[in-house]
């Protein structure tokens, strides 16, 4: 074998990284594993706030050492495999920006009567187009209700001077509204990172949805939704403040250092050693309700506490650090000590009226160090000068060319600036968002104008980053939750075990049967699928990508599919045998006429996954990710390390005993002879029948749209014993809250487990109409069952009680677009399919062909569910379905490919003597493979199905479906169809072909018998 030292090389690396990334996720699991036991009591239950405090203690502290390498817990965490929310528990938001709010606040809130019946129009317009842009729609609106009018007849004013002015055309007006819009976007993604950021071991994603006015954040581990939604929908804080130097603060710090010698001598003489487990619990028992703020106020790390303090000086003062201005400089791992110090209550209480500390945002560049900042407060605690005066901020250069920000303020803003400027020459003033400082620059003369400049050591991105900063305070763009999960951590447990039951359930059947059906051969797939699945996980944690639990399906499946190319080779291989070929050459020819099949059933599927990826939203991005890691990784197994191993088996050539099959497979399904394309008009009426009983059953009954694709509120609710749904349902449906709303209730899991769903109030997308719906479910509930409804994190449900352990919400207007962006895929799958097929087969009727039968396979999945439903089994139609849907497409396209190449290959030796009979013995041909590929895939989904829980319940039903009807379709559609449209010219281009291949190979017998 050729390349056979390179493809050993690669392996060797692939594995090394896969080991050393795994290796890493093990160690860290031990951790997390170790801070479940330090925060369960006697009785079992966790502490979660313990649990957490233990590993922020150790967040930036050496825990692994790996030849002479450490590597701290917050590292580790960096280069884990990490679990997705529906594994581990957690949250997961949608945000919206407001875009309404920002063209008021340009319009300067105008009450013009036209211009407010536009709004609303606009209003209206998006609940139904929301593909198109709210400032589009906002345009059209207002042409609509002014007849054409100018729009700087509203947007002319003194905030906008200089960008709109009354002779602006609507041209124009309408780039400001654009850029104010998309420059909101910006700045409120910028605040909610820095936000986000504070929640340090909870591991936050946070990506802006391109193309549209959302925010994505995923925040696992999060077991406290109501603060994780205050924190994402409060108002931007933006201030100015003065700086203290540390001479005018020194009696202060003076005092301060004196009691802090006091309270650590207290300390010392009570416990000679430090345990910080009991500091930690006593912090923790002690402000149990501390603010938003001081919650998230970045005490994520802890250090040892040492004997750093020389006499006379407290470790407030001996922990401090050189820094590039006056002022006072810490390491990030003790800026928990600091904060401890000042929250203490008996340090607090020595802070003048006027002081108060903040962090500033980021370290010092190039330094691992933070500033503290001494604020200089007014009356009451106020700032001298708040964000709303900013009318505008941009970036600029500075007098040096070096990047700066220029900001606009309006004439109060102005004046009060001056002021400030005015006292603070050769000072520093703090520029402040949310209670962090952003920048702090040196004032060097008194700004007497609304206009002014702010210098320092930034970059282009940095000085962009700090003008969107100063603009949120002018113009607010308030956010709003469209889209929100909640999956409890009781959930995560399950999802765990029911994902590691589905895989090595799957895994064992496939071991078994590939040694049963092909021998030695079986053995070598066997170590492929090991290494392919040990490389999927490997290369997910090497991505940073989490593994979800549809992720997980992407591996069932890929065990299934994975084993495809290997039965390829290995029925080619057999192929070869059975007419007299020695083992050398029959392997060699295997693999090489194996190896255009499977190039095109793995780019079909793989073009399936990115468009799955592309245009997928929440647990699609994970199956896709997976699945085309999964199909890269299978076919680098499959081909090259199982043509290794082989050779390796194979050194004493054609005496070599390899075999690929056993005494109870051999000769299974060779010397087929059925007339499949004789059957091919009954197929079509079969097919017919079902699909037209299934379109009658979906127009009179509809399938049961999942809540991303209607909208709604749904919770999982854990009772303390078996639950009848038809029972809770009826008596929901009977109240009168929920009388007038959709409600749907469902045995989820487990018969103590519901799943209800609601369609109450789900116009208002408001966190309080949130708290009104889920009071009035389990008021509702509780009057139901006699049972108290128990909130927060609870493992274990006691007699008489019941819990949510997870919830979703998803507003009617997402739920448009998920079904949007789930017609998109659907369209952009079949048009990649059919141009692929049309590029490698250069026949447009092996492309129509072919989509004409994904279109059929699509159609018998959806009316496999209507029928089902009319049994009373109703699986739910959502974006997990859709991912299913696609990826039948990709199996369904891989077998027609298969198929499809044989017939090619048969064509240039045969021609058009007998079309339909070459079209037969091409089916008849692959058949073993179809069914041997169908059949561990099948049985592969079935374990699925019965052990992945009720999340993949619909999706591993349609996948049971669709590989049986992708199976006949790529047999009873796909290739008679190609027969059916075009005998004459089908045969003609075969003709073509056979005489192109004729002369191909006489040419090569020539020029071998010329050497």
């Given at each position: 074998m050729k390349?056979?030292?390179t493809?050993?090389?690669?392996?060797v690396?692939?594995?090394?990284?896969?080991l050393y990334?795994l290796?890493?996720?093990?160690?860290?699991?031990?951790?997390?594993q170790?801070a479940?036991?330090?925060?369960?009591?006697?009785?079992?239950v966790?502490d979660?706030q313990?649990?957490q405090?233990y590993?922020?203690?150790i967040?930036r502290e050496?825990?692994?050492?790996?030849?002479?390498?450490?590597?701290?817990?917050?590292?580790?965490k960096e280069?884990e495999?990490?679990?997705?929310l529906?594994?581990?528990?957690?949250?997961h938001?949608?945000l919206?920006?407001?875009?309404?709010?920002?063209?008021?606040?340009?319009?300067?809130?105008?009450?013009d009567?036209q211009?407010?019946?536009?709004?609303?129009?606009?209003d209206e317009?998006?609940?139904?187009?929301?593909?198109?842009?709210?400032?589009?729609?906002?345009?059209?609106?207002?042409?609509?209700?002014?007849s054409?009018?100018q729009?700087?007849?509203?947007?002319?004013?003194?905030?906008?001077?200089?960008?709109?002015?009354?002779?602006?055309?609507?041209?124009?007006?309408?780039?400001v509204?654009?850029?104010?819009?998309d420059?909101a976007?910006?700045?409120?993604?910028?605040?909610?990172?820095?936000?986000?950021?504070r929640?340090?071991t909870?591991?936050p994603n946070i990506?802006r949805?391109?193309g549209t006015?959302?925010?994505q954040?995923?925040?696992?581990?999060?077991?406290?939704p109501q603060?994780?939604?205050?924190?994402?929908q409060?108002?931007?804080?933006?201030e100015?403040w003065?700086?203290?130097s540390?001479s005018?603060?020194?009696?202060?710090?003076?005092?301060?250092n004196?009691?802090l010698l006091k309270?650590?001598?207290?300390d010392?003489?009570?416990?000679p050693?430090?345990?910080?487990?009991?500091?930690?619990k006593?912090e923790s028992?002690e402000?149990?309700?501390?603010s938003?703020?001081?919650e998230?106020?970045?005490?994520?790390t802890?250090?040892?506490?040492?004997?750093?303090a020389?006499p006379?000086?407290?470790?407030?003062?001996?922990?401090?650090?050189?820094?590039?201005y006056?002022?006072?400089?810490?390491s990030l791992?003790?800026?928990?000590?600091?904060?401890?110090?000042?929250?203490n209550p008996s340090i607090?209480?020595?802070?003048?009226s006027t002081l108060k500390?903040?962090w500033?945002?980021?370290?010092?560049?190039g330094?691992?160090l933070?500033?503290?900042?001494?604020i200089k407060?007014?009356?009451?605690?106020?700032?001298?000068?708040?964000?709303?005066v900013?009318t505008?901020?941009?970036?600029s250069l500075?007098?040096?060319s070096r990047?700066a920000v220029?900001?606009q303020?309006?004439?109060?803003g102005?004046?009060?600036?001056?002021?400030i400027?005015g006292?603070?020459i050769q000072?520093?003033v703090?520029?402040?968002l949310?209670?962090?400082?952003y920048?702090?620059?040196n004032?060097?003369?008194e700004?007497?104008a609304g206009?002014s400049?702010?210098s320092?050591?930034?970059t282009i991105e940095?000085?962009?980053?700090l003008a969107?900063i100063?603009?949120a305070?002018?113009?607010?763009?308030?956010?709003?939750?469209?889209e929100e999960?909640?999956?409890?951590p009781t959930?995560?447990?399950e999802?765990?075990?029911?994902?590691?039951?589905s895989i090595?359930?799957?895994l064992?059947?496939?071991?078994?049967?590939?040694?049963?059906?092909?021998?030695?051969g079986g053995?070598v797939a066997n170590?492929?699928?090991l290494f392919?699945?040990?490389f999927?996980l490997g290369?997910?944690a090497?991505l940073?990508?989490a593994?979800?639990l549809?992720?997980?399906?992407g591996?069932?499946?890929t065990i299934?599919m994975?084993?495809?190319?290997?039965v390829?080779?290995?029925e080619?291989?057999?192929?070869?045998?059975?007419?007299g070929?020695?083992?050398?050459q029959a392997?060699?020819?295997?693999?090489?006429?194996?190896?255009?099949s499977?190039i095109?059933?793995?780019v079909?599927t793989?073009l399936?996954?990115?468009?799955l990826y592309?245009?997928?939203?929440g647990?699609?991005?994970?199956?896709?990710?997976?699945?085309?890691?999964?199909?890269?990784c299978?076919?680098?197994?499959?081909?090259?390390?199982t043509?290794?191993?082989?050779?390796?088996?194979t050194?004493?050539?054609n005496?070599?005993?390899?075999?690929?099959?056993?005494p109870?497979?051999?000769?299974?399904l060779?010397?087929v002879h059925?007339d499949f394309l004789?059957?091919r008009?009954?197929?079509?009426v079969?097919?017919s029948?079902?699909?037209?009983i299934?379109?009658?059953l979906m127009a009179?009954?509809?399938l049961?749209l999942g809540?991303?694709?209607?909208g709604?509120?749904?919770?999982?609710?854990?009772?303390?014993e078996?639950?009848?749904?038809s029972?809770i349902?009826t008596?929901l449906?009977?109240?009168?809250?929920?009388?007038?709303s959709?409600?749907e209730?469902?045995?989820?899991n487990?018969?103590?487990?519901?799943?209800i769903?609601?369609?109450?109030?789900?116009?208002?997308?408001?966190v309080?109409a949130?708290a009104?719906?889920?009071?009035a479910l389990?008021?509702?509930l509780?009057?139901?069952?006699n049972?108290t409804?128990?909130?927060?994190?609870?493992?274990?449900?006691?007699?008489?009680q019941?819990?949510?352990?997870?919830?979703?919400k998803?507003s009617?207007?997402?739920?448009?677009?998920?079904?949007?962006?789930?017609?998109?895929?659907?369209g952009?799958?079949?048009l990649?399919?059919f141009?692929y097929?049309?590029i490698r087969f250069r026949?447009?009727?092996?492309?129509?062909g072919a989509?004409?039968?994904?279109?059929?396979d699509?159609l018998i999945?959806?009316?496999?569910f209507?029928?089902?439903?009319l049994?009373?089994i109703n699986?739910e139609?959502?974006?997990?379905?859709?991912?299913?849907?696609?990826?039948?497409?990709?199996?369904?396209?891989?077998d027609?490919v298969v198929?499809?190449?044989?017939i090619?290959e048969?064509?240039?030796?045969?021609g058009s003597k007998?079309?339909?009979?070459?079209?037969?013995?091409?089916?008849?041909s692959?058949?073993?493979r179809?069914?041997?590929t169908?059949?561990t895939t099948l049985i592969?989904?079935?374990?699925l199905?019965i052990?992945?829980g009720?999340?993949?319940?619909?999706?591993s039903?349609?996948?049971?479906?669709?590989?049986?009807?992708?199976t006949?379709s790529s047999?009873?559609?796909?290739?008679p169809?190609?027969?059916d449209l075009?005998?004459k010219?089908?045969?003609?281009?075969?003709?073509k072909e056979q005489?192109?291949?004729?002369?191909?190979?006489?040419a090569?017998?020539s020029a071998?018998a010329?050497?």
């Open positions: 390349n056979k030292n493809i050993v090389f690669l392996t690396i692939i594995t090394a990284l896969c990334y290796g890493i996720t093990f160690f860290s699991r031990g951790i997390q170790d479940v036991n330090y925060a369960k009591n006697e009785a079992g966790i979660q313990k649990k405090s590993l922020d203690s967040w050496p825990v692994l050492n790996i030849l002479g390498a450490e590597f701290t817990y917050q590292e580790i280069y495999l990490n679990l997705g529906d594994l581990q528990g957690g949250m938001v949608t919206e920006v407001s875009p309404v709010a920002i063209i008021e606040g340009l319009a300067g809130n105008s009450k009567p211009f407010r019946e536009a709004l609303a129009k606009a317009a998006h609940k139904t187009n929301t593909q198109t842009p709210y400032a589009s729609l906002f345009e059209t609106a207002y042409a609509e209700v002014t054409g009018g729009l700087s007849k509203i947007f002319a004013n003194a905030a906008n001077k200089g960008r709109i002015e009354f002779g602006s055309t609507n041209a124009e007006v309408m780039k509204i654009n850029e104010e819009v420059n976007i910006d700045r409120a993604f910028q605040i909610l990172r820095t936000r986000i950021d929640f340090g909870s591991q990506q949805l391109q006015g959302r925010i954040i995923e925040l696992p581990g999060v077991d406290n603060r994780v939604r205050k924190l994402l409060g108002v931007a804080k933006l100015f003065e700086v203290y540390i005018e603060v020194s009696p202060t710090l003076s005092a301060i004196d009691a309270i650590e001598a207290a010392k003489t009570a416990k050693t430090t345990d910080l487990a009991s500091e930690l006593a028992a402000g149990q309700e501390n938003l703020e001081n998230l106020s970045g005490d994520t802890n250090t040892a506490e040492e004997e750093l020389t006379g000086q407290s470790k407030f003062f001996a922990l401090m650090k050189q820094g590039p006056e002022g006072f400089y810490y791992e003790d800026t928990a000590q600091i904060n401890r110090v000042l929250k607090t209480r020595l802070f003048p500390f903040l500033g945002v980021k370290p010092v560049e330094t691992e933070l500033e503290l900042f001494a407060m007014g009356r009451g605690g106020e700032s001298p000068l708040t964000g709303e900013i505008d901020a941009r970036q500075d007098q040096f990047p220029s900001m303020m309006n004439a109060i102005a004046k009060k600036w001056r002021n400027t006292a603070n000072r520093r703090a520029i402040a949310d209670n962090y400082v920048t702090a620059p004032v060097n003369q700004i007497d206009n400049q702010i320092g050591n930034f940095e000085a962009e980053d969107n100063l603009k305070g002018s113009l607010p763009a308030p956010t709003k939750i469209v999960a909640v999956i409890g959930l995560g447990k999802a765990q075990k029911q994902g590691v039951t090595l359930a799957g064992a059947i496939v071991v078994i049967f590939m040694i049963f059906y092909y021998a030695k053995i170590v492929a699928l392919n699945i040990f999927i290369i997910l090497n940073g990508a593994l979800t549809p992720g997980i399906a591996i069932v499946l299934g994975s084993i495809d190319a290997n390829l080779i290995f080619r291989i057999r192929e070869e045998m059975r007419n070929i020695p083992v050398l392997i060699s020819s295997g693999y090489q006429k194996a190896y255009s499977i095109d059933a793995n079909t793989f399936t996954g990115v468009i592309v245009l997928g939203q647990p699609l991005k994970g199956f896709a990710v997976t699945l085309m890691i999964g199909i890269i299978s076919f680098f197994s499959a081909v090259f390390i043509r290794v191993i082989i050779t390796y088996m050194k004493k050539g005496d070599s005993k390899l075999s690929f099959d056993t109870l497979s051999k000769g299974w060779t010397n059925f004789g059957k008009r009954l197929a079509y079969m097919s029948i079902v699909i037209a299934g379109i009658v009179t009954n509809g049961r809540v991303d694709f209607q709604g509120r749904s919770y999982v609710v854990n009772f303390d078996a639950m009848t749904a029972d349902k008596s449906s009977g109240m009168e809250t929920f009388a007038n959709g409600i209730v469902k045995t989820y487990t018969p103590n487990m519901l799943k769903t609601t369609s109450y109030m789900i116009e208002d997308e408001s309080e949130d009104t719906v889920k009071a389990t008021d509702a509780s009057q139901i069952t049972k409804f128990v909130d927060g994190t609870v493992d274990n449900v006691e007699a008489g019941f819990i949510i352990g997870g919830s979703s998803v009617p207007t997402i739920a448009d677009d998920i079904k949007n962006s789930s017609l998109e895929s659907f952009l799958a079949i990649a399919i141009f097929i049309l026949r447009w009727q092996f492309s129509l989509i004409i039968a994904l279109i059929h699509s999945v959806l009316s496999a209507a029928i089902a439903g049994f009373g699986f139609v959502d974006q997990v379905f859709i991912g299913a849907l696609l990826t039948i497409m990709g199996y369904s396209i891989n027609t198929v499809f190449d044989r090619r048969n064509l240039q030796l045969k007998d079309l339909v009979g070459t079209f037969n013995e091409s089916i008849n692959t058949i073993s179809t069914l041997i169908s059949m592969v989904v079935v374990v199905f052990f992945g009720e999340v993949l319940r619909g999706f039903f349609a996948f049971m479906i669709g590989i049986i009807v992708g006949y047999i009873f559609i796909a290739s169809i190609v027969v075009s005998k010219t089908l045969g003609k281009a075969a003709d005489e192109y291949a004729r002369a191909k190979a006489s090569k017998a071998t010329n050497q």
